[in-house]
């Protein structure tokens, strides 16, 4: 129980919607549910104390429950300012049991609509456990596990720790991004009130479990340059996340946010989606599905191989710019759209991005153009009126639009991603041992697990291996049936 509570969501009153869609949806994330059954009672993670930094969403609100129900304390923020959904934030922090007058759930601070300042306030305050200590009358600092998305809340804590023992933030950084202003300026208040605050953090922390492309890049990096400060786990390379949730799972919020944003008809549209990796897979799936044209564009062989084969058109987005009517973006990387990009597009051509940052569509470059206008149609729609007398739709100014503009990927999809989270906190948790500083991924026998305990809901009949046959194949009865370095 907590004592002192605190949390910053939009409207605890949704608190009440929010569980509704949370009861729905616990039906559809079976691999979830089959945890809570499995680990309740031994409660593994008793004495974790979680920062999540990850979409606050309804499937969330359903991981975060999870979380607890196996013994975890738990602090949570959005890892992205329009990914919200303000009702399921709000159910999170009234809880199960409790009342919007009395809430008695997990502090959550995440709206939808957060500005720059907000969420990194919000990510600050994910890593202020003061008042779980008091209440616990202890003297630790801050969580000792974090759960990411895109790495955000790792990169604080490293950022910190950096800061405090050169003793001063620098004025500006390596990138001269408004958001990394504005982590500066955070960690610079941080310092002069608590000089030691992120040194302390990082040492209480066992380690981190990941989830996106992005964020796992992020990690490799740090321990690359010999920087990484605390084990971590890889969620996003278990085959049942990125073979699944990168691809279905985009496959069905691409569309879903085009149309809610938009409402135009995809069918017979010329469609571009840079990046051809599972969520470029899934995307230029979901908009052949819909029958529209679809282009794609590769740096690497193997995927622009791949792509053709699966009967895509394969070119340079500045070879096709002037056909296409919706861009797709799904690279990771950045830079993929830029500012002299919209000056060559169809009028009333549509942007979207679903790789994990804003800079993919260079939306600082585009905000520079001179004589550009920007209107707003609705809330994360806007038109962007050009000198040449065109204009362009961006959707979620750049960021992921398929939880700006919808609601993320669906709860079954979400359920195998998020159980590989609860399996890998347990595993970080509980054998410290086994995972030396460096980025692990979760062993094949528990991610043959997260997709065995998703076959029963979807009416799968899986066919059982023979002595024989196993052996004939050299492989265990029970798992794993293939070898690590297999591509699926
Ligand atoms: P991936 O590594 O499988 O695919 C990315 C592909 O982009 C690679 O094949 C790469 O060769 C290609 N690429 C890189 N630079 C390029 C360029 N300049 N032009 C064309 N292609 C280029 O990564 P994955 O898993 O597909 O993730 C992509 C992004 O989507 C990441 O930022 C990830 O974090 C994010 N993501 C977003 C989700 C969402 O819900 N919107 C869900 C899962 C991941």
């Known amino acids: ?25 616990e039906n559809e994330m079976p691999g979830l549910m089959a945890l809570r059954a499995e680990f ?39 890892c992205n300012i329009f990914s ?14 409790g009342t919007v007058d009395n809430p008695s759930g997990t502090p959550v601070f995440a709206w939808k609509g957060e500005t720059l300042e907000e969420y990194w306030w919000c990510t600050d305050r994910i890593f202020d456990w003061s008042s779980e200590a008091a209440a616990a009358g202890e003297d630790f600092t ?7 998305d895109g790495g955000d809340a790792t990169l604080l804590v490293h950022k910190g720790r950096e800061f405090e023992i050169a003793g001063s933030v620098p004025a500006t950084g390596a990138d001269d991004s408004e958001e990394y202003s504005v982590i500066l300026e955070l960690l610079r208040a941080s310092l002069k009130n608590d000089p030691t605050r992120f040194t302390r953090i990082a040492g209480e922390i066992k380690g981190v479990t990941e989830e996106t492309t992005t964020g796992v890049h992020r990690l490799y990096e740090f321990h690359k340059r010999g920087e990484l400060l605390f084990p971590a786990i890889n969620v996003n390379d278990s085959v049942t996340k990125s073979k699944f949730d990168n691809k279905y799972g985009i496959r069905h919020s691409l569309p879903d946010g085009l149309n809610r944003a938009t409402d135009t008809l995809i069918g017979g549209k ?12 899934g995307s230029a799936d979901a908009l052949r599905g819909q029958g529209a044209r679809v282009i794609v564009s590769e ?18 987005l500045e070879s096709v710019i002037e056909t296409v009517d919706i861009f797709v973006t799904a690279t990771g990387n950045t830079a993929i759209i830029k500012p002299e990009h919209l000056l060559q597009m169809k009028h009333q051509a549509i942007i979207a991005n679903v790789g994990h940052f804003d800079d993919e569509v260079d939306m600082a470059g585009i905000n520079r153009i001179q004589g550009i206008e920007k209107i707003e149609i609705k809330p994360q729609v806007h038109e962007w ?21 919808a609601t993320g990927h669906p709860s079954f999809v979400m359920s195998t991603s998020f159980a590989n989270q609860v399996l890998a906190q347990i595993e970080l948790f509980t054998k410290p041992d086994e995972y030396e500083l460096g980025v692990h991924i979760l062993p094949k ?35 794993p049936y293939k070898v690590d370095h297999y591509r699926y």
């Open 142 to 148: 801050g969580p000792n596990m974090i759960l990411d």
């Open 84 to 97: 919200t959904q303000d009702e399921a934030a709000a159910a999170v922090v009234v809880g199960p049991n």
């Open 299 to 316: 740096i690497d062989p193997i995927c622009a191989l791949q792509a053709v084969m699966d009967g895509y058109q394969v070119a340079t």
């Open 385 to 405: 009126r050009l000198p040449n007398g065109r204009s362009v739709l961006i959707l979620s100014e750049g960021r992921l639009m398929n939880l700006g503009n």
């Open 40 to 78: 309740s009672a031994a409660q593994p993670l008793k004495g974790a104390r979680i920062t999540g930094s990850l979409h606050m969403t309804v499937q969330t609100a359903i991981l975060i429950e999870t979380l607890v129900a196996l013994g975890a304390q738990v602090r949570w923020a959005s």
């Open 270 to 281: 010329t469609c571009f989606v840079a990046g051809y990796g599972d969520v470029g897979k």
């Open 445 to 479: 026998t528990l991610d043959e697990k997260v997709a065995r305990l998703h076959l029963s809901a979807l009416g799968v009949e899986l066919t059982q291996l023979t002595n024989d046959q196993a052996r004939y194949i050299g492989v265990p009865v029970q798992g």
């Open 1 to 25: 129980t907590i004592t002192a509570f605190d949390y910053k969501v939009a409207d605890l009153t949704l608190a009440e919607a929010g569980r509704h869609q949370i009861r729905l949806a």
